[in-house]
């Protein structure tokens, strides 16, 4: 069995900075919204489901929701502030309470609404952190 540990004396210099490299893109690839997936997963995921399909006809669905692009606007405020409204989701009503999460900073918020807008066959576009910021300030 060939021995794998690696050597400075046998692979030198540039063997040194092409591990370097590797370790550093491996640290750097996968998903860009892992963050915005872990908090989806512990703040929303219990209703809106794993697979943002949502609950029947209480919990409207954030997979291919048209509302994500209708209500942009609007998202950075209800995932603080939560929703009271009633509201139109690809042509369905919802009108089920939803709670929001003041704990959430405008980076965690950034991080959940991209990882939604990138999910489950969703393309919207990316929100900055500026805009969510923006968003959150106009909340009422």
């Known amino acids: 069995m060939q021995n794998l540990k690696f050597s400075p004396r046998r692979?030198?210099?540039h063997g040194?900075?092409?591990i370097f490299l590797l370790l550093v893109f491996a640290a750097c690839s996968g998903t860009p919204y892992t963050e915005g997936e872990r908090l989806y997963k512990t703040h929303c995921a219990?209703?809106?489901m794993d697979d943002?399909?949502?609950l029947s006809?209480?919990?409207p669905p954030l997979a291919g929701a048209d509302y994500l692009e209708t209500a942009r606007d609007r998202l950075p405020c209800i995932l603080k502030y939560?929703?009271?409204d009633t509201i139109l989701v690809n042509g369905r009503q919802y009108a089920e309470q939803?709670?929001?999460v003041p704990t959430l900073s405008p980076v965690h918020i950034t991080n959940i609404l991209?990882?939604?807008n990138h999910s489950w066959g969703n393309s919207n576009p990316p929100y900055r952190l500026d805009e969510v910021e923006r968003l959150l300030e106009q909340c009422e």
Do not use: R, S, T, Y
Request: charged content about 10%; aromatic content about 4%; some cysteine.
């Open 57 to 59: 006809a209480l919990i």
């Open 114 to 116: 991209n990882f939604i």
């Open 82 to 84: 939560g929703l009271k």
């Open 11 to 13: 692979h030198g210099k």
């Open 46 to 48: 219990n209703c809106h």
């Open 16 to 18: 040194a900075i092409g």
């Open 52 to 54: 943002g399909v949502g």
């Open 98 to 100: 939803m709670p929001g």
